[in-house]
């Protein structure tokens, strides 16, 4: 029998698991973004002669299926444990992310099979964000969650550059098939380590007793009042929970700014090859160098509340205030369609304007890995993963209108569609900050 090894920190291995699932998440989802001008091509050039606003309706209805799923799942990840309710989100989405290569060119079937990939990959956050609220003590949740965070932008990465080399390597009409299939089958290497290296921190072999006692040392918050302590193992109602204004500042930024991201993984290459004229050689590197720049923003994002924590700030103060800071940044996007300017910049404009672009990423995922932790800064750990699933509807009901805003624009005012597009992305972030802080001018943790 092997000897059990105690290792200290383990804490960050288990978001080290967290990071590669949310990276294959966003590997999956982003494959269509580039397998979309083939789709879009006329069918006499060999493609399958999707319009603009037939594309709109996939990535919206998978969005839409998305947002409706994640508060069932958040639900069902608080019942049944984030071991097994990771490992089951993940499995789905992995079967119809391969089942995908089988859709043919009907934009029925492609919605149909998109829409219940979505399904699948609606459990990755609320299982993600209840494990490190489970593993994490509070002050270093922001910066866990930015660590897990940025797979989005390495998943995103890899389809950058693996998406258009499967087209160019296979050809168009067998290596979109390929993208999905190769794509749609690594997440079933991850659940190999998943089983075996994951557990509850109090079924966990592993950690020391020192690791568990720091993970722990939230279990109550004390107020000023005694009767105000909170519990964090008590049942919280689910129906309750839409009560509390910390659960609609929740709702209203996730509304707000998660369709942004949503909007640059899937046009950020068609705004590309408008713009710049870009083709699939040219586009892999620009999308690469945003979503990699976007690490930063992830990881810093994260950093930023707890170097205002370890200098004596409160913790939801330092973490609002860390928010609004984030919140300027993407006021730079409201520079894209000035900076790419061809008449003006000439061939500079594309680097000018991807620099801009690569300020709004980045901020997004520094606000996204601060907005998530507020719920654990606010709910009792009980109740984390059906707050995040909120959130993540909201947040898939923002999206889906601008995935079919962008549809509507790009096919019936081409000229001005990215420009318009590109403003609301600037303004949304302190337009969602305003609301939740006056949702939360009060922001002691909920007591029920």
Known sequence: MLKETKIRNYRWIIASLLLFSTTINYMDRQVISYVKDFFCTPIAKGGFGWTDNQYSYVTACFTLFYATITVFAGLLVDKIGTKLGLALSLTVWSVFGIANAFAGSSVVTHTIVRSLFGIGEAGNFPASI????????????????????????????????????????????EGWKMAYIITGSVGFLWLIFWFALYNPPSKCKHITQEEFELIHQDEVVV?????????????????????????????????LTDGIWWFLLFWLP????????????HIMWPTFIVYFISIFGSTFGGYLPQMMINRGLPVFKARIRAMFIIALFPLFLLL??????????????????????????????????NLFTTV???????????????????????????QRLSGILNTSYPKNAYEIMFTISALAYIVAWTIIRLLTLKPSKIAV
């Not at 932008?153 to 009409?173: S, T």
């Not at 109602?237 to 509390?244: A, M, P, V």
């Not at 068609?270 to 050689?281: A, E, I, R, S, V």
């Not at 990423?361 to 996204?368: L, R, T």
């Open 376 to 402: 654990s800064d606010m709910f009792p750990k009980k109740a984390t993963a059906s707050v995040v699933g909120i959130g993540l509807m909201a947040g898939g009901i923002g999206g889906f209108l601008i």
């Open 130 to 173: 209840k494990t490190v609220a489970e593993w994490f003590p509070k002050k270093e949740r922001a910066l866990a969650t930015g660590i897990f965070n940025s797979g989005s932008n390495i998943g995103a990465m890899i389809a950058a550059i693996f998406v258009p080399w499967c087209l160019i390597h296979f050809g168009e009409a």
């Open 336 to 369: 894209t369609q000035y900076f790419g300017n061809k008449a003006i910049f000439g061939s500079y404009a594309s680097i000018l304007a991807i620099a801009v672009i690569c300020i709004g990423a980045a901020a997004h995922q520094a606000w996204s890995a």
């Open 223 to 255: 107020h000023a009042a005694p009767s105000e302590d909170v519990a964090l193992h008590q049942n919280i109602s689910w129906g309750r929970l839409f009560r509390y204004p910390q659960t609609w500042a929740f709702f209203w930024g996730k509304f």
């Open 270 to 281: 068609d705004y590309f090859k408008k713009q710049f004229g870009m083709d699939l050689h």
